[in-house]
T-cell receptor
Framework: EPEVTQTPSHQVTQMGQEVILRCVPISNHLYFYWYRQILGQKVEFLVSFYNNEISEKSEIFDDQFSVERPDGSNFTLKIRSTKLEDSAMYFC???????????FGSGTQLSVL | DAKTTQPPSMDCAEGRAANLPCNHSTISGNEYVYWYRQIHSQGPQYIIHGLKNNETNEMASLIITEDRKSSTLILPHATLRDTAVYYCIVRVASGGSEKLVFGKGTKLTVNP
């Protein structure tokens, strides 16, 4: 089965630093998402992306966050100035068409010190 | 999206059927019922989805009541590897980029 690939699997950064989390969605997919999960809590929606623009974003996705699909294959999440509370597992997901199931990557564990 | 209600935890013996209930009493006519699971801290994994009719695939069966206000996910022969958090989600199927909204799910523990 095709896979969504996320790199790195673990990222440690200092508070205030910028981080970029990378994702390679399944090749013919059109809809892309970022979710996060703080340890012990629910999986939370951050943002959805379609046709090179944000479709929807949650209140978590403030001005410190941005997404980009720079080259037609990668889908990135940037946090400009990380805070301690950004420590979480970040999941990328993609789907091919509106009726298709959502495929999730294995996640990037972000630790902000 | 309609809200769902699931028990916080369930136990099942290895080799037996695991029946996970979900209530979605405010579901709309165009909303599908999706089931995903999350093993430890891995990415959520799709299991099955349906609208009105019962569905079966290689992983599980989905039984939806006639009034569509509740459903049951059935893992016919649970194994230790089925220990996970199971999420029942309702979503408009034709919603384009519309997101999945995860609740707290049911923590299923399969015991040897």
């Amino acid at each position: 089965e095709p896979e969504v690939t996320q790199t790195p699997s673990h990222q440690v950064t200092q508070m205030g630093q910028e981080v970029i989390l990378r994702c390679v969605p399944i090749s013919n997919h059109l809809y892309f998402y970022w979710y996060r999960q703080i340890l012990g809590q629910k999986v939370e929606f951050l943002v959805s992306f379609y046709n090179n623009e944000i479709s929807e974003k949650s209140e978590i996705f403030d001005d410190q966050f941005s997404v980009e699909r720079p080259d037609g294959s990668n889908f990135t999440l940037k946090i400009r100035s990380t805070k301690l509370e950004d420590s979480a597992m970040y999941f990328c997901a993609s789907r091919g068409n509106p009726n298709e199931k959502l495929f999730f990557g294995s996640g990037t564990q972000l630790s902000v010190l | 999206d309609a809200k769902t209600t699931q028990p916080p935890s369930m136990d099942c013996a290895e080799g037996r059927a695991a029946n996970l209930p979900c209530n979605h009493s405010t579901i709309s006519g165009n909303e599908y019922v999706y089931w995903y699971r999350q093993i430890h801290s891995q990415g959520p994994q799709y299991i099955i989805h349906g609208l009105k009719n019962n569905e079966t695939n290689e992983m599980a069966s989905l039984i939806i009541t006639e009034d569509r206000k509740s459903s049951t996910l059935i893992l016919p022969h649970a194994t230790l590897r089925d220990t996970a958090v199971y999420y029942c989600i309702v979503r408009v199927a034709s919603g384009g980029s519309e997101k999945l909204v995860f609740g707290k799910g049911t923590k299923l523990t399969v015991n040897p």
